[in-house]
């Protein structure tokens, strides 16, 4: 037995599209709210839960011994795809509003991240402000990948980045395998395409945001990587480190430390499967503080009911790195309080 509470940084709902349009303003109530494609994410109905409700989200949890559970979005990850600014933001208030209201069936369990479009920054700035002032979200989440909109290193998402650090709350990237991610551009199974979207996805949106400067311009800004496991960041910081020494007093001089040093700096997070083999890598480069423990739940990829259970048995960390990557540092980045 532990004397700590198990929280899991990276769950998800499935949405409820009725229960979205519920919040929806009338003028967008006909309108397909997410970009639908055609790939078999359950294998045939083989893989992954469907909860249909948040009493099924908590029995879900006890099943697996979660205490707490950070929830993100399922269809709503793909929110960056949507073309018109102001119908991406609307959705997005009408996500925020259904998932508050899940979440108050239990809110000391069940804790949401606001999703946010990137579109209009500033309406996702007000967003944000709005889901964390007035609906308690503890977070707020992007996707990795807008089509045609610079990279997320960009001062135009500034005013995002500007109400995270006013707000004090983190910032999570996700992202999702679609028709247009970049594994769906280049193969046509989803097997080949879900492997590389999600760790090339996120090595994308850590370079743009070190290599932008926007940890120097918002120094009190935590932002997690989530869903790409741990084993990419060392080779990462390596690389990085490379590229700048060579080439930073030309392309980046405003950047004040390495990339390695902006990582390990304790404003940096990433979420991990349980079972993989390269989180003792990490723990030998200098990053147990930012591992989070993710279930992924209840999506087909995951090992739910038995994410804790891995956690518990594996004889490669120890006990002092299993509570900072099931508690710890969850609790620190979301700034959980009352999950002590």
């Not at 099924?56 to 600014?85: K, N």
């Not at 992007?142 to 960009?154: A, I, S």
């Not at 001062?155 to 594994?183: C, K």
């Not at 400067?213 to 496991?229: D, H, M, N, Q, T």
Request: with cysteine; hydrophobic share 40%; proline share 6%.
């Amino acid at each position: 037995m532990t004397n700590y509470k198990i929280i899991d940084a990276d769950g998800h709902v499935r949405e409820s599209i009725a229960g979205l349009r519920e919040f929806l303003e009338p003028r967008w109530q006909r309108r397909n709210l997410f970009p639908n494609d055609a790939w078999d994410r359950d294998l045939h109905g083989k893989l992954g839960a469907n909860p249909e409700g948040p009493e099924d989200q908590i029995a879900a949890m006890d099943q697996d011994g979660i205490d707490v559970m950070v929830l993100y979005p399922t269809a709503g990850l793909h929110v960056g795809s949507l073309h018109e600014r102001d119908f991406a933001a609307g959705v997005t208030k009408a996500y925020n509003d259904w998932l508050y209201h899940f979440c108050k069936t239990n809110p000391a369990r069940l804790k949401f991240v606001a999703l946010l479009a990137p579109q209009d920054p500033q309406a996702a700035a007000e967003e944000l402000a709005r889901a964390v002032s007035e609906r308690g979200a503890v977070a707020g989440v992007l996707p990795t990948y807008v089509p045609q909109m610079p990279d997320f290193g960009d001062t135009l998402y500034d005013p995002i980045y500007a109400a995270a650090e006013r707000l004090g709350v983190g910032l999570g990237f996700h992202t999702g395998t679609s028709a247009d991610s970049l594994g769906g551009q280049r193969f046509r199974k989803f097997l080949s395409a879900h492997t590389i979207d999600h760790p090339a996805e996120q090595m994308m949106a850590m370079i743009a945001t070190i290599i932008g400067g926007v940890f120097e311009r918002f120094p009190k800004l935590s932002i997690a990587y989530l869903e790409s496991g741990i084993g990419w960041v060392p080779y990462m910081m390596d690389r990085l480190d490379e590229e700048v020494e060579k080439r930073g007093a030309a392309e980046a001089p405003y950047l004040t430390m390495l990339p390695s040093e902006y990582i390990k700096s304790g404003r940096i997070y990433f979420g991990i499967e349980c079972g993989e083999k390269t989180v003792p890598d990490a723990v030998r480069w200098g990053l147990d503080h930012t591992v989070l423990y993710s279930s992924d739940y209840p999506h087909w990829d995951g090992d739910w009911p038995h994410t804790i259970k891995v956690v518990r048995e594996r004889k490669d960390l120890s006990e002092d790195t299993k509570r900072k990557m099931l508690h710890d540092n969850v609790a620190r980045f979301y700034k959980l309080s009352d999950a002590a």
